[in-house]
C-alpha cells in the first residue's frame, strides 16, 4: 500500500514522519534477524507502526536523558520482539544505530530479550510471556501513590493474554482504579504454531476486558492516525484502566509473510530479505 504524502492528526503532529519511522523500524529489524539467524519478524513487522506511534507522537521521553524521572514508561512484554524495540531505540537517538548490527552476538547489549541494566529507553526485563502487564501495574500504581503525572504503556502480545498471571494484574489495575496505565494488545491471532483461536480463543476479547473493569477501545493497529489519537485519549474513563485492541498483521509490510504462521519465528534467507526490502520500500515511496 502507498502511504500518503502527508497525514495530519492533532496540530504538531505529522503522521507521515510517523509512517517513516515505522518503515525504517521494518528495515532494521528484518536485516537484524537476518544478521542474527534469530528473531520473530512476523511481530517485529506487526508492532512496527504501534512503536512508531507511541515514540513519535505519544510518549513524554528524552533519548539524551532515558532515566528522567518524569517521563512516560513503555514495556514492551512480548519481549521476544525485541528487534522492533531496539530498532525504534536507536532510530530515536537513545543509541547509536551502528549498536543494531551487534543484535544477540555475544557479549552484545542486545540481547535476544530486553535487559534494562543493558539498553538506555528500556524500563523492564521481559520474555517470559505474561510479565509486562504486572510490571505496569506496580509502575501505574507508584505515579498515583507519589502523585506523578507519568503514564505507562505496556504491549503485550494476543497469544500472550493465554497466560493467567496477565487477568490477576487487570484485577488489580480495576480495583486500584490506574487510569494511567493503558495495555496495548498486538491482534494479529497468530502465535507460535497456530491461530490463536485454535489454541486457547480469546473472544470476545474487548468484552473480556471490560468484564475486568477496563475502558477499551479497538483500532486498525496500521493506522498510524488513529493510533496516535486513540494513545493520546487515555484516560478513556476517569477512574478506569486502558486497554487498546490493535488489529494487525503478522509480518505487516510483506506479502509472503503476512498472516503466515511460519513467521512468527523463522529467519528470511538472503533472498527473502531483498525480496521484503524491496517491497517495503516500494510501500514506503
Known amino acids: 500500500m502507498r502511504m500518503p504524502d502527508r497525514l495530519q492528526t492533532e496540530p504538531g503532529i505529522d503522521c507521515a514522519a510517523g509512517a517513516r519511522l515505522a518503515h525504517r523500524i521494518r528495515r532494521d529489524s528484518l536485516q537484524m534477524v537476518h544478521a542474527a539467524h534469530l528473531g520473530h519478524p512476523g511481530g517485529d513487522l506487526s508492532i512496527a507502526d504501534i512503536l512508531a506511534a507511541l515514540y513519535w507522537g505519544v510518549l513524554r521521553i528524552d533519548?539524551?536523558?532515558p532515566r528522567l524521572p518524569d517521563r512516560d514508561r513503555f514495556i514492551l512484554s512480548?519481549?521476544?520482539c525485541s528487534g522492533a524495540l531496539y530498532a525504534t531505540l536507536a532510530?530515536?537517538?537513545f543509541f547509536p544505530r551502528e549498536r543494531l548490527a551487534g543484535y544477540m552476538k555475544p557479549l552484545s547489549m542486545l540481547n535476544g530479550h530486553p535487559?534494562?541494566?543493558k539498553v538506555p529507553g528500556v524500563e523492564a526485563n521481559t520474555g517470559p510471556l505474561g510479565h509486562g502487564l504486572p510490571i505496569g501495574v506496580g509502575a501505574a500504581k507508584a505515579a498515583k501513590i507519589t502523585g506523578a503525572v507519568w503514564k505507562t504503556f505496556v504491549l503485550t502480545g494476543d497469544g500472550e493474554l493465554q497466560e493467567g498471571s496477565n487477568w490477576e494484574a487487570a484485577m488489580a489495575a480495576s480495583q486500584f482504579r490506574l487510569d494511567n496505565?493503558?495495555?496495548?494488545?498486538?491482534?494479529?491471532r497468530l502465535q507460535q504454531g497456530d491461530e490463536t483461536e485454535r489454541t486457547i480463543g480469546l473472544e470476545p476479547l474487548a468484552d473480556r476486558?471490560?468484564?475486568f473493569g477496563w475502558a477499551v477501545k479497538e483500532v486498525d493497529g496500521h493506522d498510524m492516525d488513529s493510533l496516535i489519537r486513540t494513545f493520546r485519549d487515555v484516560p478513556f474513563e476517569a477512574g478506569l484502566p486502558n486497554?487498546?485492541?490493535a488489529h494487525t498483521h503478522k509480518g505487516r509490510g510483506v506479502s509472503f509473510m503476512e498472516d503466515r504462521v511460519e513467521w512468527h519465528h523463522r529467519v528470511p534467507t538472503a533472498e527473502e530479505l531483498a525480496a521484503a526490502l524491496a517491497e517495503l520500500d516500494e510501500a514506503g515511496r
Open 63 to 65: 533519548p539524551l536523558n
Open 209 to 211: 476486558w471490560r468484564a
Open 115 to 117: 535487559d534494562r541494566n
Open 243 to 245: 486497554c487498546v485492541i
Open 78 to 80: 512480548k519481549g521476544h
Open 91 to 93: 532510530e530515536t537517538g
Open 181 to 188: 496505565l493503558t495495555v496495548i494488545v498486538d491482534r494479529n
